[in-house]
């Protein structure tokens, strides 16, 4: 069935999953992972599109910005999107530039697929959107590793000052790890341990999905889970 027919049936609904983790686990891996793996039998939505504008965002009492934060995004704008694509109806979302506020608007329109994989830090905070998972992922790795990543993306990527990047560890990132992201480690369906090679795991994200998801997914994908 293609993406066009299955646009246009209501009797199937999707597969949700959402994935989570710490900042530095590894969750962008696993996502560009399932997407190579499953192409056009997934959507992907990630909640950092849904960023709000700089002046909308909490300042700490050292005067920076705190992104991470539950507040800093526009979350019933995420849960409608959510809500279009479980019912097969498109959505246009901004594409989020890490605080490139100077550039340009990117836009890109988001097809349904039988595989609804959403992927964030409060995907399972948000209990709005937590209703609508049907399967949830979180990606776990050592404290260590994960600020020694994001460090690194912080400084090469980013060309965020090491100081900025300390920063915001200490006082926004692993606050709202510790307050929204990790309590709802216990309760999720799988749990990936990410402190080494990741093939293996993503195969096992593979095989859940074959065991745990609707037949009338399954063989709307037909061999697309390979």
């Known amino acids: 069935m293609g993406l066009r027919e299955l ?40 909640f950092d599109d849904y960023y709000k504008p700089l002046e909308m965002q909490h300042v700490d009492e050292f005067g920076e910005a705190n992104y991470d934060l539950p507040s800093a995004l526009f979350s019933d704008r995420f849960h409608e999107d959510l809500m279009s694509l479980i019912a097969y109806r498109p959505v246009m979302i901004k594409k989020y530039q890490f605080e490139n506020y100077d550039a340009p608007d990117r836009t890109e329109i988001v097809s349904p697929a039988p595989i609804l994989l959403v992927e964030g830090l409060f995907v399972m905070d948000y209990v709005a959107v937590d209703t609508l998972l049907d399967y949830r992922i979180f990606i776990d790795c050592d404290l260590e590793l994960c600020f020694q990543r994001r460090k690194e993306r912080d400084i090469r990527d980013r060309g965020i000052p090491l100081q900025r990047s300390l920063h915001q560890w200490e006082h926004h990132v692993m606050p709202a790890y510790n307050n929204h992201i990790l309590p709802h480690k216990d309760r999720c369906d799988l749990v990936i341990e990410n402190n080494g090679p990741a093939e293996e795991n993503v195969n096992a994200i593979i095989d859940h999905i074959r065991s745990h998801a609707h037949p009338s997914v399954l063989a709307a994908i037909g061999g697309g889970l390979t």
């Open 7 to 46: 646009e246009k049936t209501s009797n199937i609904e999707p597969f949700v999953i959402g994935l989570t983790g710490l900042s530095g686990a590894g969750k962008t891996y696993f996502v560009d992972a399932l997407k190579a793996r499953l192409a056009d039998a997934v959507t992907i939505v990630g």
